[in-house]
């Protein structure tokens, strides 16, 4: 009933537009005075609160955010998008089909998808306007693609998963390569696809010394995923010494480059600054509605529902899946994974399902509610950039929702697709 | 966005410098067996610190996340002083929420006083609860200063 009363308390503060880490935070203090007495439940929330953000993995993720912010401003980026231009740019669908690649190049060096819609983004939506791309269609392969970001590894989300699952992110780095090659392989075919029927000029074929030029041009800032993914396997550093050793990669790639100052480094790192106290004071938050929730025995009972009323783990990642998309429209996805994460575990564990399967799952299917309305930060975003309305753009997007949820419906059924890698290379045992 | 840094931008940038540059330390000095034993655990404090202190610059700034739609939709529908009334109420919504939060942060600070941190020899974890504390004050400073001006601005003024 408590719980009950809490949900309906969060969803009505959230509507009233306080902001979501304090509506977290008022609905789970509520709960606490009602339990506690309004003596203790300021301790409670203190400890709890400091407690929810006491990971040294969390803080991976600001430095994994900083690094996508000093490619983009320091000439990374557009080493990448030559390249991917000269490799895709002549196949049908064009710049279409460069803005896949270059997202694909991206993401394996930077774990969020804003990073890629913004930084990335705008040069590829500037550039297919130019070359007479439709301007919706621009922006929602832009707005697609960029959802690789927190896919292929690293990725932001991944570390919050594996902090709050309790899961190894670099099993999970590993378990989302090859979820990512094949949302990228979707993506682009589904660009093949609209090319046959409307507007994507080709490219033409790049001459040998193009392609080595941009080859060369982009090699450095390629090491940057083989040296952290490679480094976390191969056990020279943890996540969060691996996003520390990016960044200082691409400030020394940028500084090379002659195209980051120190004024705007101490811009990003502002930027990085407002972001981290946006997403964190949420973790901290959702820390102490953690508490509630635990105390409340919700989740046993959860758990113990599931595994009453559901015996296929399908089945119940189908559910989740279902539950995700749902939330995914009116919550931002790292607040809902902290929210619904440690209440779906414990049945996801009595099913026996691998919690890097499941992180795999959790961290796509929430993912995708960053292109749906009402609270699709992507497709604000975007729409901003393009100059196009967020809902003329909410349509246009969805002929390639379509292929993501296809490949997220892979995942479910084939766990195999994301746990493969990990297992082949032994950083997970097989089941 | 604000162009002149506050203090608690100020303090964030030097978490985000002093971090980068421990655990950078770290990974190129463990090769040669010269690794800080101490470096997780400062890093950690550390980063308590920094959550909370951009979280309050976050406040100076009015950059927490929200969820927009309903007040989109209604905003335009309402009097500017159902308006007025719906933008102070938020204001103080929160602040009840850090001002209890700022309570509890100070009697942690007074229980864990006498105890000391594992690795960092003499730091006591009364300061580490200290300094939250001094973030979440100046949140709570930040949104006082936010409800008086609301209060104080005319009513006919635009929603925003």
Not at chain 1, 19 to 27: F, N, R, S
Not at chain 1, 92 to 120: K, R
Not at chain 1, 122 to 140: C, D, L, Q, V
Not at chain 2, 91 to 96: A, D, G, K
């Amino acid at each position: 009933m408590t719980v009950a009363l809490g949900l309906v308390g969060l969803l009505v503060l959230l509507a009233l537009r306080v902001p979501v880490a304090a509506a977290l935070g008022v609905v789970a203090l509520a709960a606490v005075v009602v339990e506690d007495g309004i003596a203790n439940a300021p301790v409670i929330a203190a400890q709890s609160m400091v407690n929810g953000v006491n990971s040294f993995v969390l803080i991976a993720a600001p430095f994994f955010m900083l690094a996508g912010e000093i490619m983009n401003q320091g000439g990374l980026t557009r080493r990448i998008y030559r390249l991917a231009h000269a490799l895709v740019g002549w196949i049908p669908g064009g710049l279409g089909q460069v803005n896949v690649a270059g997202s694909m190049f991206f993401a394996g060096m930077t774990g969020s998808a804003i990073s890629d819609a913004v930084g990335l983004g705008t040069m590829e939506i500037k550039a297919m306007n130019e070359a007479g791309y439709e301007p919706k269609f621009s922006a929602a392969i832009t707005s697609a693609s960029s959802l690789l970001g927190p896919i292929i590894p690293p990725s932001v989300p991944m570390v919050i998963y594996g902090a709050v699952a309790g899961a190894s992110i670099g099993s999970l780095f590993l378990a989302g390569v090859v979820p990512g090659i094949l949302m990228g392989g979707a993506l682009m075919v589904t660009v093949a696809i609209y090319a046959r029927r409307g507007h994507c000029p080709r490219e033409p074929k790049p001459t040998s010394t193009e392609l080595r030029e941009s080859l060369l041009g982009a090699m450095p800032s390629l090491l940057i995923p083989l040296f952290v993914v490679g480094g976390i396997y191969a056990g020279l550093f943890t996540p969060t010494e691996a996003a520390v050793a990016a960044c200082a990669y691409a400030i020394v790639l940028a500084t090379f480059y002659r195209e980051l100052s120190w004024a705007e480094l101490s811009r990003l790192v502002v930027r990085i600054v407002m972001a981290t106290g946006a997403l964190f004071y949420i973790v901290a938050a959702t820390a102490l509605l953690g508490f509630v929730v635990t105390r409340s025995g919700v989740m046993i009972e959860v758990a113990l529902w599931l595994g009453s009323e559901i015996t296929s783990p399908t089945l119940l990642l189908l559910i989740i899946v279902v539950l995700y998309l749902l939330v995914g429209l009116f919550m931002e996805p790292i607040a809902a994974m902290l929210l619904l994460v440690p209440i779906l575990l414990p049945g996801v564990k009595l099913l026996g399902i691998d919690l890097v399967h499941f992180g795999i799952v959790t961290v796509l299917s929430l993912c995708i509610g960053l292109l749906t309305p009402p609270v699709g930060l992507i497709l604000y975003t975007v729409a901003r950039i393009a100059n196009i309305r967020a809902d003329v753009l909410a349509v246009a997007v969805l002929p390639f929702l379509l292929p993501i949820v296809l490949v997220l419906l892979a995942i479910v059924f084939v766990p195999d697709l994301a746990l493969g890698l990990p297992r082949l290379l032994g950083s997970l045992s097989a089941s | 966005m604000r162009s002149r840094l506050g203090l608690p931008e100020v303090v964030s940038i030097g978490l985000v410098a002093v971090l980068f540059a421990v655990l950078l330390a770290q990974v190129v000095l463990r090769p040669f067996g010269l690794g800080f034993v101490w470096a997780e655990e400062f890093a950690a404090f550390a980063f308590i610190a920094l959550v909370f202190f951009s979280m309050a610059a976050a406040h100076h700034r009015g950059e927490h996340m929200s969820v927009e739609a309903f007040q989109e939709w209604a905003a335009p529908r309402l009097s500017p002083r159902t308006r007025r009334v719906w933008r102070a109420g938020l204001l103080v919504v929160e602040l009840l929420f850090l001002v209890l939060l700022s309570i509890g942060l100070g009697q942690m600070a007074v229980q864990t006083w006498g105890s000391f941190a594992g690795s960092l020899s003499g730091f006591r974890y009364g300061w580490l609860y200290l300094g939250v504390l001094a973030a979440a004050a100046i949140s709570v400073v930040a949104l006082a200063t936010q409800l008086v001006a609301e209060i104080r601005r005319a009513p006919e003024g635009s929603y925003s």
